[in-house]
């Protein structure tokens, strides 16, 4: 049986919320989309799947969709293919900082069209280069469309749109050059 309090927020998320993002952002939306359920004649509801978000610690880490765990669990390791890169940032580089800590993991399908699942990056800046990339991913993205889009230079935002090295092949992902 529903508590009053349950059945409130059932009305409020116009879905179940254990398990969806505690954001701000994500909170923020799923109001606006209740008053326009409830005073505009919408019937939108929140979705959830993809939602950016990044954690701001002095090295920053921002994700969108899902992990490499999530899915291989979804879709079976024999279907995903992860690309990554370790990079080293413009800004470290003239103050030569270490940036050994900067990875950038692109997680996608393994048949074509490669969709991209998720991206993981961890670096300064995260925060915008999730937001930018989270457009992309939530209109489903492929692989091949992130490779042709031309990258900003030298920003961080530019090592996703150059990651060519996956997992599965074994090679070294420590970016050497601007190419």
């Known amino acids: 049986m529903k ?46 799947d993809n ?11 921002g994700c969108v969709g899902l992990s490499e765990e999530e899915a291989v669990a979804h879709h079976g390791q024999e279907h995903v293919e992860v690309y990554h890169a370790h990079y080293k940032p413009l800004e470290f580089t003239v103050a030569g900082r270490d940036a050994s800590q900067c990875y950038v993991k692109m997680v996608c399908l393994r048949e074509p069209p490669q969709l991209v699942l998720g991206l993981h990056f961890l670096g300064p800046n995260a925060g915008e280069v999730t937001q930018g990339f989270a457009l992309g991913i939530k209109c489903g ?33 420590t970016v050497t050059g601007c190419g």
């Open 3 to 48: 508590t009053v309090a349950g059945a409130l927020l059932s009305l409020v998320m116009g879905q179940p919320s254990e398990g969806r993002p505690e954001l701000t952002p994500t909170a923020i939306m799923a109001g606006r989309l209740l008053v326009q359920r409830l005073f505009g004649g919408s019937s939108d509801l929140m979705d959830y």
């Open 51 to 61: 939602v950016p978000t990044t954690v701001f610690t002095p090295l920053e880490y």
């Open 141 to 173: 993205a492929s692989y091949a469309q992130v490779m042709r889009t031309v990258g900003i230079h030298p920003t961080c935002s530019e090592e996703v749109v150059k990651l060519r090295i996956s997992k599965r092949s074994g090679l070294d992902p």
